[in-house]
Antibody, heavy 120, light 106 residues
Framework: EVQLVESGGGLVQPGGSLRLACAASGFTVSTNYMTWVRQAPGKGLEWVAE???????YYADSVKGRFTISRHNSKNTLYVQMNSLRPEDTAVYYC??????????????WGQGTLVTVSS | DIQLTQSPSSLSASVGDRVTITCRAS??????LNWYQQKPGKAPKLLIY???SLQSGVPSRFSGSGSGTDFTLTISSLQPEDFATYYCQQSFITPRTFGQGTKVEI
Protein backbone atom coordinates (compact mmCIF):
# COMPACT_ATOMS: atom_id res chain seq x y z
CA GLU A 1 0.00 0.00 0.00
CA VAL A 2 1.33 3.40 -0.97
CA GLN A 3 1.66 5.80 1.96
CA LEU A 4 3.21 9.23 2.42
CA VAL A 5 3.76 10.71 5.88
CA GLU A 6 4.97 14.28 6.29
CA SER A 7 6.74 15.64 9.36
CA GLY A 8 8.74 18.65 10.45
CA GLY A 9 6.13 21.37 10.47
CA GLY A 10 5.82 23.89 13.26
CA LEU A 11 6.13 27.50 14.28
CA VAL A 12 9.12 29.44 12.99
CA GLN A 13 10.05 33.10 13.06
CA PRO A 14 10.30 35.16 9.88
CA GLY A 15 13.72 34.67 8.35
CA GLY A 16 14.07 31.26 9.94
CA SER A 17 14.49 27.82 8.43
CA LEU A 18 12.66 24.53 8.55
CA ARG A 19 13.07 21.17 6.87
CA LEU A 20 10.04 19.07 6.05
CA ALA A 21 10.28 15.35 5.47
CA CYS A 22 7.96 12.99 3.61
CA ALA A 23 8.50 9.32 4.38
CA ALA A 24 7.25 7.04 1.66
CA SER A 25 6.27 3.39 1.74
CA GLY A 26 4.89 1.04 -0.86
CA PHE A 27 6.97 2.50 -3.70
CA THR A 28 10.44 3.90 -4.36
CA VAL A 29 10.86 7.66 -4.15
CA SER A 30 13.99 7.73 -6.30
CA THR A 31 12.30 6.12 -9.31
CA ASN A 32 9.34 8.50 -9.28
CA TYR A 33 8.79 12.20 -9.73
CA MET A 34 7.82 13.73 -6.37
CA THR A 35 6.29 17.08 -5.54
CA TRP A 36 5.40 19.50 -2.73
CA VAL A 37 2.13 21.42 -2.79
CA ARG A 38 1.02 23.92 -0.17
CA GLN A 39 -2.25 25.47 0.94
CA ALA A 40 -2.40 28.68 2.93
CA PRO A 41 -5.21 28.84 5.50
CA GLY A 42 -8.53 29.20 3.72
CA LYS A 43 -6.85 29.41 0.31
CA GLY A 44 -6.36 27.19 -2.72
CA LEU A 45 -3.61 24.80 -3.69
CA GLU A 46 -0.20 26.08 -4.79
CA TRP A 47 2.44 23.90 -6.44
CA VAL A 48 5.79 24.50 -4.72
CA ALA A 49 8.52 22.24 -6.08
CA GLU A 50 9.19 19.00 -7.90
CA UNK A 51 12.06 16.57 -8.26
CA UNK A 52 12.35 14.22 -11.20
CA UNK A 53 13.64 10.67 -11.00
CA UNK A 54 16.80 11.81 -12.76
CA UNK A 55 17.37 14.45 -10.10
CA UNK A 56 16.27 17.59 -11.94
CA UNK A 57 14.43 20.05 -9.72
CA TYR A 58 11.86 22.75 -10.42
CA TYR A 59 10.40 25.48 -8.23
CA ALA A 60 7.59 27.98 -8.10
CA ASP A 61 8.86 31.54 -8.51
CA SER A 62 7.55 32.33 -5.02
CA VAL A 63 10.06 29.95 -3.40
CA LYS A 64 12.92 29.84 -5.89
CA GLY A 65 16.24 30.53 -4.22
CA ARG A 66 14.80 29.90 -0.75
CA PHE A 67 13.49 26.31 -0.89
CA THR A 68 15.40 23.20 -1.90
CA ILE A 69 13.74 19.89 -2.71
CA SER A 70 15.78 16.72 -2.27
CA ARG A 71 15.49 13.05 -1.45
CA HIS A 72 17.36 10.42 0.53
CA ASN A 73 17.25 7.23 -1.45
CA SER A 74 18.14 4.77 1.29
CA LYS A 75 15.57 6.31 3.64
CA ASN A 76 12.99 6.50 0.83
CA THR A 77 12.22 10.01 1.99
CA LEU A 78 11.54 13.32 0.24
CA TYR A 79 12.56 16.63 1.80
CA VAL A 80 12.12 20.32 1.34
CA GLN A 81 14.55 22.68 3.03
CA MET A 82 12.88 26.03 3.56
CA ASN A 83 15.10 29.04 4.29
CA SER A 84 14.41 32.76 4.68
CA LEU A 85 10.82 31.97 5.61
CA ARG A 86 8.19 34.65 5.26
CA PRO A 87 4.73 35.00 6.81
CA GLU A 88 3.24 34.26 3.39
CA ASP A 89 4.87 30.81 3.50
CA THR A 90 2.41 29.87 6.26
CA ALA A 91 0.50 26.88 4.93
CA VAL A 92 -0.19 23.20 5.14
CA TYR A 93 2.48 21.48 3.08
CA TYR A 94 1.62 18.28 1.25
CA CYS A 95 3.96 15.89 -0.48
CA UNK A 96 2.61 13.87 -3.36
CA UNK A 97 3.75 11.22 -5.78
CA UNK A 98 3.73 12.22 -9.43
CA UNK A 99 2.46 9.43 -11.62
CA UNK A 100 3.15 9.23 -15.34
CA UNK A 101 0.68 7.69 -17.75
CA UNK A 102 2.00 7.93 -21.29
CA UNK A 103 3.47 11.35 -20.64
CA UNK A 104 0.50 12.66 -18.67
CA UNK A 105 1.56 13.59 -15.15
CA UNK A 106 -0.73 13.76 -12.15
CA UNK A 107 -0.54 13.58 -8.37
CA UNK A 108 -2.03 10.24 -7.42
CA UNK A 109 -1.00 9.80 -3.77
CA TRP A 110 -0.81 12.56 -1.18
CA GLY A 111 0.38 12.77 2.39
CA GLN A 112 -1.81 14.10 5.18
CA GLY A 113 -0.02 17.43 5.27
CA THR A 114 2.07 19.28 7.85
CA LEU A 115 1.39 22.82 9.01
CA VAL A 116 4.09 25.47 8.83
CA THR A 117 3.41 28.73 10.61
CA VAL A 118 5.77 31.66 10.07
CA SER A 119 5.17 34.27 12.72
CA SER A 120 6.97 36.29 15.35
CA ASP B 1 3.06 30.36 -16.64
CA ILE B 2 -0.34 28.91 -17.50
CA GLN B 3 -3.21 30.53 -15.60
CA LEU B 4 -6.28 28.39 -14.90
CA THR B 5 -9.62 30.03 -14.24
CA GLN B 6 -12.42 27.95 -12.78
CA SER B 7 -16.08 28.85 -12.88
CA PRO B 8 -18.10 29.18 -10.89
CA SER B 9 -16.09 29.84 -7.72
CA SER B 10 -18.91 28.29 -5.73
CA LEU B 11 -22.27 26.73 -6.38
CA SER B 12 -25.20 25.43 -4.43
CA ALA B 13 -26.77 22.17 -5.51
CA SER B 14 -28.96 19.38 -4.25
CA VAL B 15 -28.48 15.66 -4.06
CA GLY B 16 -29.24 14.17 -7.46
CA ASP B 17 -28.38 17.33 -9.41
CA ARG B 18 -26.09 17.32 -12.42
CA VAL B 19 -23.15 19.63 -11.71
CA THR B 20 -20.71 21.10 -14.22
CA ILE B 21 -17.51 22.95 -13.38
CA THR B 22 -15.39 24.58 -16.05
CA CYS B 23 -11.68 25.33 -16.18
CA ARG B 24 -10.23 27.68 -18.77
CA ALA B 25 -6.50 27.85 -19.47
CA SER B 26 -4.60 30.96 -20.53
CA UNK B 27 -2.89 29.03 -23.32
CA UNK B 28 -3.20 25.82 -25.32
CA UNK B 29 -2.37 22.71 -23.29
CA UNK B 30 -3.80 19.77 -25.24
CA UNK B 31 -5.37 17.44 -22.63
CA UNK B 32 -2.81 17.93 -19.84
CA LEU B 33 -5.49 18.71 -17.30
CA ASN B 34 -6.27 16.98 -14.00
CA TRP B 35 -9.11 17.35 -11.51
CA TYR B 36 -8.93 16.92 -7.72
CA GLN B 37 -11.50 16.86 -4.95
CA GLN B 38 -10.69 18.21 -1.51
CA LYS B 39 -12.75 17.96 1.65
CA PRO B 40 -12.11 20.18 4.70
CA GLY B 41 -9.02 19.18 6.63
CA LYS B 42 -8.10 16.48 4.13
CA ALA B 43 -5.55 16.09 1.38
CA PRO B 44 -6.73 16.47 -2.21
CA LYS B 45 -7.85 13.35 -4.03
CA LEU B 46 -7.25 12.72 -7.73
CA LEU B 47 -10.46 12.27 -9.73
CA ILE B 48 -9.60 12.72 -13.40
CA TYR B 49 -6.29 12.86 -15.27
CA UNK B 50 -5.45 13.66 -18.88
CA UNK B 51 -8.72 15.61 -19.09
CA UNK B 52 -11.00 12.58 -19.30
CA SER B 53 -9.40 9.50 -17.73
CA LEU B 54 -11.11 8.36 -14.54
CA GLN B 55 -8.72 7.51 -11.74
CA SER B 56 -9.06 3.98 -10.40
CA GLY B 57 -11.65 3.73 -7.63
CA VAL B 58 -13.42 6.99 -8.48
CA PRO B 59 -17.18 6.62 -9.06
CA SER B 60 -18.34 6.74 -12.68
CA ARG B 61 -20.66 9.69 -11.96
CA PHE B 62 -17.52 11.82 -12.30
CA SER B 63 -16.40 12.60 -15.83
CA GLY B 64 -14.10 15.04 -17.53
CA SER B 65 -13.92 16.47 -21.02
CA GLY B 66 -12.19 19.13 -23.04
CA SER B 67 -9.01 19.88 -24.90
CA GLY B 68 -6.90 22.88 -25.75
CA THR B 69 -8.00 25.62 -23.37
CA ASP B 70 -11.48 24.65 -22.19
CA PHE B 71 -12.22 21.79 -19.85
CA THR B 72 -15.19 20.51 -17.89
CA LEU B 73 -15.74 18.34 -14.83
CA THR B 74 -19.23 16.87 -14.59
CA ILE B 75 -20.88 15.08 -11.70
CA SER B 76 -23.88 13.32 -13.23
CA SER B 77 -25.89 12.86 -10.02
CA LEU B 78 -24.55 14.65 -6.97
CA GLN B 79 -24.21 12.52 -3.87
CA PRO B 80 -23.92 13.70 -0.23
CA GLU B 81 -20.22 12.77 -0.16
CA ASP B 82 -19.50 14.98 -3.20
CA PHE B 83 -19.91 18.24 -1.33
CA ALA B 84 -16.33 19.50 -1.43
CA THR B 85 -13.98 21.85 -3.25
CA TYR B 86 -12.77 20.90 -6.72
CA TYR B 87 -9.53 22.01 -8.35
CA CYS B 88 -8.23 21.72 -11.86
CA GLN B 89 -4.48 21.51 -12.43
CA GLN B 90 -2.35 21.58 -15.56
CA SER B 91 0.62 19.30 -16.17
CA PHE B 92 1.57 20.72 -19.58
CA ILE B 93 4.49 22.75 -18.20
CA THR B 94 6.07 23.67 -14.90
CA PRO B 95 4.97 25.42 -12.78
CA ARG B 96 2.11 22.94 -12.49
CA THR B 97 -0.55 25.51 -11.69
CA PHE B 98 -3.93 24.93 -10.07
CA GLY B 99 -7.20 26.67 -10.61
CA GLN B 100 -8.57 28.71 -7.72
CA GLY B 101 -11.11 26.04 -6.78
CA THR B 102 -14.87 25.57 -6.96
CA LYS B 103 -16.74 24.93 -3.73
CA VAL B 104 -19.83 22.75 -4.13
CA GLU B 105 -22.26 23.39 -1.30
CA ILE B 106 -25.66 22.11 -0.35
Amino acid sequence: EVQLVESGGGLVQPGGSLRLACAASGFTVSTNYMTWVRQAPGKGLEWVAEIYSGGSTYYADSVKGRFTISRHNSKNTLYVQMNSLRPEDTAVYYCARVEDSSGYYFFDYWGQGTLVTVSS
Amino acid sequence: DIQLTQSPSSLSASVGDRVTITCRASQYMNTYLNWYQQKPGKAPKLLIYAASSLQSGVPSRFSGSGSGTDFTLTISSLQPEDFATYYCQQSFITPRTFGQGTKVEI
